[in-house]
């Protein structure tokens, strides 16, 4: 890099850089002011020149050591007007061009058989194509006799297509023929590889199985078609269905009452499901069949309705024992010795449905339950005897979810829709009672129950049998009791430790005003310190009563 000096021969206003076949020239903000060819190496002629049909250098080229040509244009003054670096190989040459002060100005690429102009923005300008004389196929229009193009196809039976000039792009069709199936695939592009479309046949009868393409209007997207071998459903430009029609030919025929007017076709799948059309082939519903029930749903595919044979279920009677409301079916299923039961209304509606399988490690059967549509509605898990363990379900209101229920074998606690709780009541009857200062009156009860670790799970309930806390107790390798608490919601209050003869050693507390956290406890055996909610120190008090007196 060497400096340029003003006429004062002191002042820098630029620099000049050589990579001994070019010189850039800077100023102080290090922009290019001037790209010129480098004399020395004309002189040495490690620059090529180029010359026209009038011997007049129209610029210079070198190739640098990796193979990358450079190609400087020239004014008649012998300054630069651009320069282009290019990079080629067997099949294949692309080029950057570059203006007078080196800014990138476009790109080109050749395939070996096509070559594709790109604008600064790398936006394609154009695509013309050199396909190898006598090497190209008519393309007829739908007269069969018109030519409105030329192809061309490669080894991997990817064919390109030209306007009439047989030099233009115009897109891309691959073809892929699948033996075993006996389909061929014809997938199809644009000039600049954008997807259009596919289409499947069956080789040998031509026949469409199904296909799919996009639709554009001045380059911009505008809708879509899809044929699934028997429907064709068009979409506008958002995706909403415009319309849906079946080729009916070989469909089966419904009749109304009178047995001769037609309403409609059906077609039935290998799964059993029929597909219900209108006189027009337009889709209107489906329906499945499972052997029992019959399902059926609208065209879009929401649930309409489930109606069951009822002859052979098991009838669901009202309190007098007599009317019939109901019927339910059976069936075993493969899960613990379990079972499915489903419900239905005295019309063979569909009401409901539940699943039932025994825990083998625990011997327990577990059932949960479904609406009409399959929604979980809840489960519950009972002992051999049939005792009810546990228990979750859903509230429903109006068909809107309105709160959930939890029961855990004592307490059922009540939450919101969104899961806020609402209160919390258990069955106090098997409770230890616990009673007030009079030693009569009880003012609440307490549940304990051993853990699989040795130590034991304490939950505490006011008068009414509302959860009001917990508390779980285990041994320490010392043989230290270790209690903590919660309150009703199971936030930690704090924790304590005891040795064998009941005496505290150490104990932390959250403390709470209206529920709220306002400050800290913590005792080491001998100090309380106390925190504000922050944990910023307080005060701090010593049990003096277990020292020894200093007299």
Sequence with gaps: MQPIYDTDGTTIIGYTYSNGYAVWAYNTSWQVTNIAVDTAAITSGALTPLLDGNSATTGYTYTDAYGALYTYSVDTSGAVTGYTTNYSGPGYSYTYSNDELG???GYTYFDGTTTTTYDAGWNVVSTVAAPPPGNQTPILDADGVTVIGYSTTDEWGTATNYALDGTTVTGYVYTYVDAGNNTTSVTTYDANWSYLGSETTNTTTQAVLY???????????????????????????????????????????????????LIGYSTTDVWGTTTIYNTSGVKTGSSYFDGVTTTTYD?????????????????????????????????????????NTTTYDANGNKTGSSNTWTDTWSGNVITSYQDANGNFLGSETRNVAGDLLYSNFDIYTGGVLTGHTSFDGTTTTTYDANWNLLGSAADTSSMTPILGADGVTVVGYSKTVADPWGGSNTTTYDAAGNKTGSSNTFTDWNGNHVTSYQD?????????????????????????????????????GVTTTTYDASWNFVSSTVNTAAMTPIL
């Design 103 to 105: 800014n990138f100005t």
């Design 211 to 261: 296909s799919n393409s996009y639709s554009y209007l001045d380059g911009v997207f505008n809708g879509y078609t899809s044929f699934d071998g028997t429907t064709i459903t068009v979409y506008d430009a958002n995706w909403v269905i415009v319309s849906s029609t079946a080729n009916t030919a070989g469909m089966t025929e419904l009749f109304a009452a009178d047995g001769t007017t």
């Design 299 to 339: 065209a879009n595919w929401n649930f309409v309705s489930s109606t069951a044979n009822t002859s052979g279920m098991t009838a669901i009677l009202d309190t007098d024992g007599v009317t019939v409301i109901g019927y339910s079916h059976t069936v075993p299923n493969q899960w613990g010795g379990g079972s």
């Design 488 to 524: 009703a919601n199971w936030n930690f209050l704090g924790s304590e430790t005891r040795n064998t003869a009941g005496a505290l050693l150490f104990s932390n507390f959250d403390i709470y005003t209206n529920g709220v956290v306002t400050g800290h406890t913590n005792f080491d």
